[in-house]
């Protein structure tokens, strides 16, 4: 099992930047991959990112490349995702996942095995 926390989610203005924090407890020690995805009201939950153990090798969704960054430290069992240039298409609430793989950086959210509680982020005008 491993456990996920997020954290640094808020309101923000179009064009601000926010940084979210995600902290993984348990059965951290073999490699695995860890992703970002969000999902608006309404909506179905969506891939944001994705990034392998030794951070490596990243993905992004497209209307995110260029504006967000992804890294971890996996010796300290930390990811993050550094949001620059929001926009309001960005609110949602966030989550960081696990998945008990290092070889594919998955984008479908069935894929992954472990959620965190999710993190809401608000961009207005």
Avoid at 80 to 88: E, G
């Amino acid at each position: 099992q491993i456990q996920l926390v997020e954290s640094g989610g808020g309101l923000v203005q179009t064009g601000d930047s926010l940084r979210l924090s995600c902290a993984a407890s348990g059965r951290t020690s073999s490699p695995y991959v860890m992703g970002w995805f969000r999902q608006a009201p309404g909506k179905e939950r969506e891939f944001v990112a994705a990034i392998n153990w030794n951070g490596g090798s990243t993905h992004y969704t497209d209307s995110v490349k260029g504006r967000f960054t992804i890294s971890r430290d996996s010796a300290k069992n930390t990811m993050s995702l550094q949001m620059n240039n929001l926009k309001l298409d960005d609110t949602a609430v966030y989550y960081c996942a696990a998945d008990r793989q290092n070889l594919i950086l998955h984008t479908n959210f069935y894929d992954y095995d472990y959620w965190g509680q999710g993190t809401q982020v608000t961009v207005s005008l």
